[in-house]
């Protein structure tokens, strides 16, 4: 089955960290684009960052900037999203999803998401 996998979730008291993995399962993430998403209760899915595949360059959303950072090891075949000084606000279930028409991210965006997750939640609470 083509799909993505995420996991590294869990509770973590605010200003914690955590690392959340996305690992791809029946394809190669060679030359995608990978986004990572998030979706709180009650609220639309919104764009938390983008790795692009040849350079690496990302983009993050202003509400994480500077305290998320997104990478990937191609050889592993998996993306990662460290997240440090977590807020309250940053609980949600968070996705990661390929973009099967771009290598090199324009924004947080993906032209053309695919291969979802079924996502992992990350709660954030004192």
């Known amino acids: 089955q083509v799909q993505l996998v995420e996991s590294g979730g869990g509770l973590v008291q605010p200003g914690g960290s955590l690392r959340l993995s996305c690992a791809a399962s029946?394809?190669?993430?060679?030359?995608?684009?990978i986004g990572w998403f998030r979706q709180a209760p009650g609220k639309e899915r919104e764009g938390v960052s983008c790795i692009s595949f040849n350079d690496g360059s990302t983009y993050y959303a202003d509400s994480v900037k500077g305290r998320f950072t997104a990478s990937r090891d191609n050889a592993k075949n998996t993306v990662y999203l460290q997240m440090n000084s977590l807020k309250p606000e940053d609980t949600a279930v968070y996705y990661c999803?390929?973009?099967?028409?771009?290598?090199?991210?324009?924004?947080?965006?993906?032209?053309?998401?695919?291969?979802w997750g079924q996502g992992t939640q990350v709660t954030v609470s004192s």
């Open positions: 999803a390929a973009d099967l028409e771009r290598s090199r991210c324009q924004n947080v965006g993906l032209a053309s998401p695919a291969y």
């Open positions: 029946g394809f190669s993430l060679d030359y995608y684009a």
